[in-house]
Each structure stands twice: as C-alpha cells, then as structure tokens.
C-alpha cells in the first residue's frame, strides 16, 4: 500500500505565497515521477507541474514563472512552491505519483487551496 499525505494548502490574498507538501510512505520503489494537479468548482482535474525522478519538470503554462516544484528523493516527498497567486489559481491540488515499473498511479486526498481578498 502506498499513502500519499498533503500539507499546506489554506487561504491566501492574491499576490501571497504558499508552499505544498506531499509526502509518500508505504511500499515505495522506483518512482517515476510525483507532481500536482488542481481540480477547480466544475472543472476537470488538469496538470500543474510534475518533476521525474531525475529531476525534469513540467509546468502548465498558466503557472510558469510563478510556481516551483521540488523533490527530496530520500524523504520521497515533492514540494510546490506557489508565488504571486492568483484567484483563478484557487482549486483543490491533488498529489500524484507514478511508479517506473509498473506504471501504478496514486492519487493524494487533495488540499484546498483559495485566493481571496
């Protein structure tokens, strides 16, 4: 079993920061790739970023230059790291891991993140 456990989400004014955490224990190997997404009210579930575990990312383009995901492979955790929000960029922001060798995803419980005045 693997438990992906999120931190950090919350209400922030638009212009602020947060950071989001997510943290992978259980029975870890060989992971491909962790990352985020958000699910907006009515909408889809999209990418944000994702970071392999060599170390490439990929951003969507709506949040580039503004967000900054990070790995610490030994704590098997990814970081977001969330600047100059905005209030579109409010949504839930799911945690995502694949492993390399079977290709099993695991999905977080979600954090709500809002940007509001």
């Known amino acids: 079993q693997v438990q992906l456990v999120e931190s950090g989400g919350g209400l922030v004014q638009p212009g602020g920061s947060l950071r989001l955490s997510c943290a992978a224990s259980g029975n870890i190997f060989s992971i491909r790739l962790m990352g985020w997404y958000r699910q907006a009210e009515g909408k889809q579930r999209d990418l944000v970023a994702v970071?392999?575990?060599?170390?490439?990312?990929n951003y969507a383009d709506s949040v580039k230059g503004r967000f900054t995901i990070s790995r610490d492979n030994a704590k098997n955790t990814v970081y977001l790291q969330m600047n100059s929000l905005k209030p579109e960029d409010t949504a839930v922001y799911y945690c995502?891991?694949?492993?390399?060798?079977?290709?099993?995803?695991?999905w977080g419980q979600g954090t709500q993140v809002t940007v509001s005045s």
């Open positions: 995502k891991l694949v492993f390399g060798l079977t290709g099993r995803t695991y």
């Open positions: 970071i392999t575990s060599g170390g490439t990312t």
